[in-house]
């Protein structure tokens, strides 16, 4: 009985930490087409994609770097958990350089 308590205690566990990780694969797509659209609306289009990851799960708290279509080096930085309107902001530079400031709505 304990080893079936166990096995269904692991398997419990393994489904979690795959829908947690599956919700941080969708935060990072999400994110990073925001930022592609931030970026573009600020006069750095990217050339390809937005390439995102969620490094705290808890915090939400997402890294992405692309290239513009210049060749310079693009990152944004921000929170998903934060309410939005009151939340940390997006932010996304470009060469080292701040380019915008965006809160994701």
């Given at each position: 009985m304990n080893a079936r308590l166990l096995a269904?205690?692991?398997?419990?566990?393994?489904?979690?930490?795959?829908c947690a990780n599956m919700m941080s694969g969708t935060n990072a797509t999400?994110?990073?087409?925001?930022g592609a659209k931030w970026f573009e609306q600020a006069g750095y289009p990217l050339n390809?994609?937005?390439?995102?990851?969620v490094i705290d799960p808890k915090a939400g708290s997402v890294n992405c770097s692309g290239v513009t279509?210049?060749?310079?080096?693009?990152?944004?930085?921000?929170?998903?958990n934060k309410p939005t309107g009151g939340g940390?902001?997006?932010?996304?530079?470009?060469?080292?350089?701040e380019?915008?400031?965006e809160i994701m709505h």
């Open positions: 269904i205690a692991g398997i419990s566990a393994g489904l979690l930490a795959g999400y994110a990073g087409a925001y390809g994609l937005l390439q995102c990851q279509l210049r060749g310079e080096q693009a990152v944004m930085t921000g929170d998903l940390s902001p997006f932010v996304g530079t470009v060469g080292g350089r380019v915008f400031r």
